[in-house]
């Protein structure tokens, strides 16, 4: 399960849109997925489509972009989860894939084993602008918080729920860790950055409250970001070739 706006326009360092890279990746270990589309109008809903022959499909969609009810797409997703028959969902964001060795049966292989746990939490690498740095700050070298669970009667979303709002679903009782990784391709240009800043200011969400101040600095008008070197004083980096883990 997913939500997705405007994917097909965010280009990564590897050259795919954001969607495309999605699709590439949850064809190989998923039975069937549900992508709330939240008013794209970039062609996303599009490509989602042209898969629709390799597995179970529904995009349930809104015609304007609704970011401030996170909750009730999640929650309306769900339902969507239920209606195609799911035992177990996982959640992924549209700039999110796993790291290969997922794809060689180790997801299924946890679904098969979760016996006396609801979720699972994963692990999560957040790339910088390229393949070669992951992020450090606020964060971003830990887990992910539960991304797949069972779909027993008591797992919901809480429809009112805003932006930014969790991903993990009320109603699981005992959630495991996995060291399988998702790999998180962030923005690699400076205007998608500043476009995704304005577009959380103009939800009354300051993204400062979730940055580390002494690794990463915004600001209104000039956001200080490093070019893509990164060389410089305000940001921690790490230099993990992980190349590997996505060939």
Known sequence: MTQVYNQNSLVGWDGKTNILRFMESVTKYCDGLVAFDDGSTDGSRDIITDWSGDFELEIPSNKVNTPSREGFHRARGLEHCRRLGADFVLCLDPDEVFEDKAVRGSLRALCENMFETDGIKFSRRDLWRTDRYIRLDNGWSGGTGVRLFKLHDDVEYNADAGVRSPIAPDGLKKVSESILRIIHFGYSTDADI????????????DLMAHMDDSSVRLCDADPKWLNTTLSGPHIKVYNEQIRGILS
């Open 194 to 205: 500043l476009l995704k800043y304005k577009r959380f200011k103009a939800l009354g969400v």
